[in-house]
């Protein structure tokens, strides 16, 4: 069973690009979550989609924004690209939203503003 | 808020040393509390979980109660191996549905060293 991929793994942008970044998840969950970890912060969660539904959001400006097809394949977009966005970005699906669930990670992108 | 608080290290030991690394959190209601660990260049993996109140989650030789009168879930090991050393993070998952996501610690970057 493929875990969850997240494409691309590595990437180098310079302030006020835009990136996108994707995640496939298990066969079968129809939640994705995404978090960002940087050594600061630690990881903080961003949004989760649920059936091409947010569900939830985290404490994030308006320049990160996500969406979910209707595979379950999700995207993360972030505009105007600041050196403070520099970090490994996280997808989690679970075969459920929220609660309880046990989230499967991806490896990650790690994003690189300069 | 939700929050989690553990020691973030490095914690060094040697191999087949007791290992304790602890874990406080702060949440409205009754949450669930997880144990991940992240090995280098790798996404997240669940390492155990507990859902309510005395519930034990173990894996791998790892153990942690969900203490709700001390607020706590401590992550213990008997005898740790090399294969050990990564980072821990302890999370919680608020009972109301998940708003914001998993509430990660900082993480503890555990060294094991021959």
């Known amino acids: 069973k493929a875990g969850v991929t997240q494409t691309p793994r590595y990437l180098i942008k310079t302030r006020g690009q835009q990136v996108t970044l994707s995640c496939s998840p298990i066969s079968g969950h129809r939640s994705v979550s995404w978090y960002q970890q940087t050594p600061g912060q630690g990881l903080q969660f961003l949004f989760e989609y649920f059936s091409e539904t947010q569900r939830n959001k985290g404490n994030f400006p308006g320049r990160f924004s996500g969406r979910q097809f209707s595979n379950s394949r999700s995207e993360m977009n972030v505009s105007t690209l600041e050196l403070g966005d520099s970090a490994l970005y996280l997808c989690?699906?679970?075969?459920?939203?929220?609660?309880?669930?046990?989230?499967?990670f991806g490896a990650g992108s790690r994003l690189t503003v300069l | 808020g939700n929050s989690v608080t553990q020691m973030e290290g490095p914690v060094t030991l040697s191999e087949e040393a007791f290992l304790t690394i602890n874990c406080t959190y702060t949440a409205t209601g009754y949450p669930s509390l997880f144990w991940y660990v992240q090995y280098p260049g790798e996404g997240l993996q669940l390492l155990l979980k507990a859902t309510k109140a005395d519930d034990k989650g173990s894996n791998k030789g790892f153990e942690a109660t969900y203490r709700k009168e001390t607020t706590s879930f401590h992550l213990e090991k008997g005898s740790v191996q090399v294969s050990d050393s990564a980072v821990y993070f302890c999370?919680?998952?608020?009972?109301?549905?998940?708003?914001?996501?998993?509430?990660f610690g900082k993480g503890t970057h555990l060294i094991i060293q021959p």
């Open positions: 989690a699906s679970s075969a459920r939203g929220s609660g309880a669930n046990v989230l499967t």
């Open positions: 999370a919680l998952s608020d009972s109301g549905g998940g708003a914001d996501g998993l509430t």
